[in-house]
């Protein structure tokens, strides 16, 4: 069975930090782009980060410096590690997994998505 489970969310004040964790099972991430999208309440989904085969990363603007990703072959997870949050930052976010790397870009096409993990950031 080809899963992706994306967990970590929760409620956190502004300037904390979380670990989103993507797990995949059924398939290697070896061979795959992944990516972490967010769709916030009234909001068009955005890529928030991604990660190539060959280990190149994306970070949109409003994250960096504050957001890093990356991998572990061995637990077959990707993680997204969220610092000083803001407000802003409050939204649904999704992992998602493609062979391709402008699929994953894109949003669309994609191969695999998780389920979604809801991260709520307090003023």
């Known amino acids: 069975d080809v899963q992706l489970q994306a967990s970590g969310g929760g409620l956190v004040q502004t300037g904390g930090s979380l670990r989103l964790s993507c797990a995949a099972s059924?398939?290697?991430?070896?061979?795959?782009?992944i990516g972490w999208f967010r769709q916030a309440p009234g909001k068009e989904r955005e890529l928030v980060s991604c990660?190539?085969?060959?280990?190149?990363?994306y970070f949109e603007d409003s994250v960096k410096g504050r957001f890093t990703i990356s991998r572990s072959n061995a637990k077959n997870t990707v993680y997204l590690q969220m610092n000083s949050l803001k407000p802003e930052d409050t939204a649904i976010y999704y992992c998602?997994?493609?062979?391709?790397?402008?699929?994953?870009?894109?949003?669309?096409?994609?191969?695999?998505w998780g389920q979604g993990t809801l991260v709520t950031v307090s003023s």
């Open positions: 990660f190539s085969t060959v280990g190149g990363t």
């Open positions: 998602a997994a493609d062979r391709t790397l402008s699929d994953v870009q894109s949003g669309f096409g994609v191969d695999y």
């Open positions: 059924g398939f290697s991430f070896d061979d795959y782009a």
